[in-house]
């Protein structure tokens, strides 16, 4: 069975899902201004696993570094799960580039090259944002790329975070504006 919790953090509604044991979603519902699927789950507002996953969003939300993962059961290929695997290694506070990523996981599959492009597809697929946390990735350079929460959001993300965002660059169009 597949259970619930809205959370409303400094950026707006959050759903945590979950599988009744380990967090499997975290989606807006408000962020920039969309609306993203609010349909009913039951409640799990009592699982252990939503009040550790609510319990580091209140760490993280007060700006200190939580020092735990709430467990975590996000769906998705084996690809996508080494590229998650791989976010959860970058540390509080730091950037990593997509290219880097890619080059870390052709290392881990034993190539020469990956594309960025599809360590991209990965990184936008994640369905535990935050936690997992693909916003601490960006493009070469300092450019700022996708971000399903939007990009203010994951700026501000960054900021909570102590990076100095001065310095990144943000597209003058972009569908995650």
């Known amino acids: 069975m597949i259970y619930g919790t809205d959370y409303i953090s400094p950026l707006g509604a959050i759903r945590l899902v979950s599988n009744g044991e380990a967090l499997t979603g975290l989606h807006t519902l408000f962020w920039n201004g969309r609306q993203a699927d609010d349909a009913p ?9 939503l009040k550790d996953a609510i319990r580091w969003l209140d760490i993280y939300f007060a700006g200190k570094k939580p020092n735990f993962t709430p467990p975590l059961a996000p769906e998705g290929s084996a690809f996508r799960q ?4 791989i976010l959860l290694t970058i540390p509080y ?4 580039t997509y290219g880097e990523i890619a080059a870390l996981m052709a290392c ?3 190539k020469k090259k990956m594309s960025a492009q599809a360590v991209g597809g990965a990184v936008g697929a994640n369905p535990i944002g935050i936690i997992i946390p693909c916003h601490r990735v960006i493009g070469a350079n ?3 790329t996708g971000y399903a929460g ?4 994951k700026v501000n993300l960054l900021k909570l975070e102590g990076i100095d965002t001065d310095k990144l660059i943000m597209p003058k169009k972009s569908r995650f504006l």
């Open 82 to 85: 080494e590229v998650w695997q």
């Open 93 to 96: 506070g730091k950037l990593m």
């Open 41 to 49: 789950l039951p409640d799990g507002s009592a699982l252990p696993c």
């Open 142 to 144: 300092g450019n700022l």
């Open 108 to 110: 881990k599959c034993g």
């Open 150 to 153: 939007g990009l203010v959001s």
